[in-house]
């Protein structure tokens, strides 16, 4: 079947720490991939996406590569600010042209000052 | 910019009753899905409509029906509310069902409580 696992929050990191949220996935065909981030009170909100093997989805200074050969998109940033506090969903579209898009349980982060 | 709009933003029930959770988005997108939000699982499915006129179940759909109302609509009802349907929903659109890549965009949610 199709899955996404993400590593256990919440992760706490000082201002400036480098970060790593780690996603590994199975799913049928080749499928996209993608992290959603929702800030406080909000929805979510697409942050990146990738969809093929060895793409590179980047924004705000996040990055995720695709990596087909370890099945996964981890997300990292070199530098978070408070402003980064927010809930991380790793998520995919299966590649048999599945309408789902199947969500990750979602990763705290905390960032302070 | 509204995109997509979701009322009521919070909302007790008692066991038993009804009611309608309301989604509208601006985007002229062709497809509206339903999804329930709870701690440590992520978000779950539970209806979609891939155009206008259709709707289908998705992964969590008992206890809960949708109207495609036009293009823009897509409600979502519980007919009769249980504690176990206490969570967070967020309804969200995208342009096409089927498309490779294509983004999601969601409202801010529902808190529903049912006591």
């Known amino acids: ?113 | 910019n509204a995109g997509v709009t979701q009322t009521p933003k919070f909302q007790v029930l008692k066991t038993g009753q009804s009611m309608t959770l309301q989604c509208a988005q601006d985007m002229n997108h062709n497809s509206m899905y339903w999804y329930r939000q709870d701690p440590g699982m992520g978000l779950r499915l539970i209806y979609y409509s891939a155009s206008e006129g259709t709707t289908d179940k998705g992964e969590v759909p008992n206890g809960y029906n949708v109207s495609r109302l036009n293009k823009r609509e897509f409600s979502l009802r519980l007919e009769s509310a249980a504690p176990s349907q206490t969570s967070v929903y967020f309804c969200a659109s995208s342009e096409l069902l089927h498309q490779m890549g294509t983004e999601a965009f969601f409202g801010q949610g529902t808190r529903l409580t049912v006591v």
Request: aromatic share 12%; with cysteine; charged share 20%.
């Open chain 1, 1 to 113: 079947g199709n899955s996404v696992t993400q590593m256990e929050g919440p992760v706490t990191l000082s201002e400036e720490a480098f970060l790593t949220i780690n996603c590994t996935y199975t799913a049928t065909g080749y499928p996209s991939l993608f992290w959603y981030v929702q800030y406080p009170g909000e929805g979510l909100q697409l942050l990146l996406k990738a969809t093929k093997a060895d793409d590179k989805g980047s924004n705000k200074g996040f990055e995720a590569t695709y990596r087909k050969e370890t099945t996964s998109f981890h997300l990292e940033k070199g530098s978070v600010q408070v402003s980064d506090s927010a809930v991380y969903f790793c998520a995919l579209i299966p590649g048999d042209s599945s309408y789902k898009l199947i969500f990750g349980s979602g990763t705290r982060l905390l960032v302070r000052p």
